[in-house]
């Protein structure tokens, strides 16, 4: 194994001095690539601090280190078993931090064929702590981490010589058995479904040929012959491939490409990141890791792909010809038919001598392939709102996951006393800032978990008044999803504001500190295990006067026969049934505990309506 340290040629290094935020390669056992239980995982060896961040494999021992990694060493068929045995983290009602990354050893096909690729699952984003262990940062910081990379981008650093060429096969040894793509052991997704394998964590690399610059992102790759990947760029979520490939058309020219199968955590995530199309993923990345990413040069293309990648394939993309691809399960939870699509002519295929193929589970919601994308675009749509549309009152935004996929559901959190306008242009930024994205906008406040769609639907029921606090956009882009011909094809949005605008009286719930205690002994009487649902305590909403919280306060003393004496007091025979009685009475009540003389009950009547007529929305 060759190192890349002493020949390595710095094309550009970052000139600006940041303050990167830490990244997980101090995080790197000693011993990188052995496991914790001391069974070796594929692995090279390498100067860790020639990279400055770690690779798959340094991955992988951290996520087995920290007792993430379910290591299956038992034979399983990657057409039949693989993805549906992981599929049931996601549909078996197993909470998403028991999520775990599968590392398949010992693969076959239904063909009874072997594979020297294992085949890791899951392991980018099966939950927020195996993404947060890629990312080099806690939990809580991932959003931060994201701004922080976007706005100090490092350039990446070219090596002369890299891991992902170790082994390396062109032209006519590529139709060798198990040295074109039929050696790669792909699995099939949706089995009964696909018409093929797919590759998921294929990091498509192309070039603008104007400007020069990079573009990664991922797209699926069908595996067609041992020499031909089909290609399916989404149009409504304007992938960058597809400007490449216009502009090559254009030229009459074929669309050089790299497509790069499992790579450093952290080059990966930036791969499904929505990034404007003049930024190179390679840049970000680097922020990300707060050292350069070193790439290499292709051998059959020229671009430059990460040097710690683990298999990469070359090829050039038709601009002339499109062939069917699909059909095949996709995000929006259904499955995507056959349409006419682009197809890659393989001229190289490169790797590790231990690579790992990486592939993620994606489809019906939730999936490692949402968890990846909401914890990148969350952040993106706050900076929008916060930074570029200037409101200050939105605190977060959240991308409604199960089912739904990110972005039909995007729920607007912001502070209680953000002015109605800007409220309504938080709403109309999060709608309009992808083009396929926010179908239900909703903007709600923070004590609604946006998590939870009852929540959701309980701030839509009694804080919204849709002749007031809803709109419905025309002329949407469908998106991601099945297509109608309704409409001309085109869809629509509803953003609703379920905003606190009056005063409400409290959550109907036992006080925190009651709910605290009741915890207590629930948990001493050894009655199951309990997982609280906000909300699990009432609070208040405003409207509590200070005689109603006296009156609770003698109750839980038990002393609430005081306040049937008062009661006893406060009678009336001039007024109908369900009557309100807080504009009869308070006042008299404050005053009579001020020991001020009590005014009629008329006028308090008087001033309390004419106080109600004037009352200030927030
Ligand atoms: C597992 C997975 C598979 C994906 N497959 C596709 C795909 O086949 N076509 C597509 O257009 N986007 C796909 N995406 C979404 C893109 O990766 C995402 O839109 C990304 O921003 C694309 O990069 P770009 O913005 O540079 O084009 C996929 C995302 C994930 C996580
Ligand atoms: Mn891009």
Partial sequence: MKKTTTSHSVKSAASKKTNPPKTSSTAIPAQAGVAASGKALPSYTRDQHARGYPDLHDHLAALDKAGLLIKVDRKINKDTEMHPLVRWQFRGGIAEPDRKAFLFNNITDSKGRKFDIPVAVGVLAANREIYSIGMGCKIGDIGKTWSHAIAHPIKPMEVKDAPCQEIVYT???????????????????????????????????????????????????????PTRLGMN????????????????????????????????????????????????????????????????????????????????????????WLEP???????????????????????????????????????????????????????VFLNHLKRNMGIKGVKRVSMHEPLTNLRKVIAVIVERNTP?????????????????????????????DPDNADALLWA?????????????????????????????????AMLIDATLKDDFPPIALPKQEFMENAKKIWEELKLPPLRPEAPWFGYSLGDWSER???????????????????????????????????HHIEETFLNALKGNKS????????????????????
């Fill in 599 to 618: 005014k009629s009950s008329a006028k308090t009547l008087k001033s309390s309506k004419a106080k109600a007529k004037t009352k200030t929305k927030p």
């Fill in 420 to 448: 109605p306008t800007e409220v309504w242009r938080a709403l109309y930024g999060a709608s309009s800032l992808l083009r396929s994205g926010g179908k239900f906008v909703i903007a709600i406040n923070d004590d609604i």
């Fill in 233 to 320: 760029p989404s149009l409504e979520n304007q992938p960058g491939i597809y400007t490449h490939w216009e502009k090559y058309k254009a030229k009459g020219q074929k669309l050089p490409a790299a497509v790069v199968l499992g790579c450093p955590a952290s080059v990966a995530f930036t791969s499904v990141q929505k990034l404007s199309e003049d930024t190179d993923e390679f840049d970000v990345a680097g922020g990300l890791v707060g050292a350069p990413i070193q790439v290499v040069r292709c051998k059959t293309v020229d671009l430059l792909v990460p040097a710690d990648a683990e298999v990469v394939i070359e090829g050039f993309i038709s601009t002339e």
């Fill in 460 to 492: 839509m029921s009694y804080r919204a008044n849709f002749a007031l606090d809803l709109q419905i956009i025309h002329h949407r882009d469908p998106g991601h999803g099945p297509r109608s011909e309704r409409n001309h094809g085109e869809d629509s």
């Fill in 171 to 225: 032209g006519k040894d590529l139709l060798k058995p198990g040295q074109g793509l039929d050696g790669i052991p792909v699995p099939i997704s949706s089995p009964g479904w696909d018409n093929a394998p797919y590759t998921t964590l294929s990091q498509y690399i192309s070039k603008d040929p104007e400007t020069g610059i990079q573009n990664m992102g991922v797209y699926r790759g069908q595996i067609k012959s």
């Fill in 325 to 379: 691809e699909a059909p095949f399960g996709e995000s929006h939870g259904h499955v995507n038919l056959q349409e006419f699509n682009a197809y890659m002519e393989v001229t190289a295929i490169t790797r590790k001598k231990k690579a790992i193929l990486t592939s993620i589970i994606s489809q019906v919601t939730p999936s490692e392939s949402s968890l990846i994308k909401r914890v990148a675009l969350e952040p």
């Fill in 548 to 582: 109603n919280a006296l009156m609770a306060e003698r109750a839980v003393k038990s002393d609430y026969f005081i306040t049937g004496e008062e009661i006893a007091k406060q009678r009336r025979k001039d007024l109908p049934m369900n009557t309100e009685i807080k």
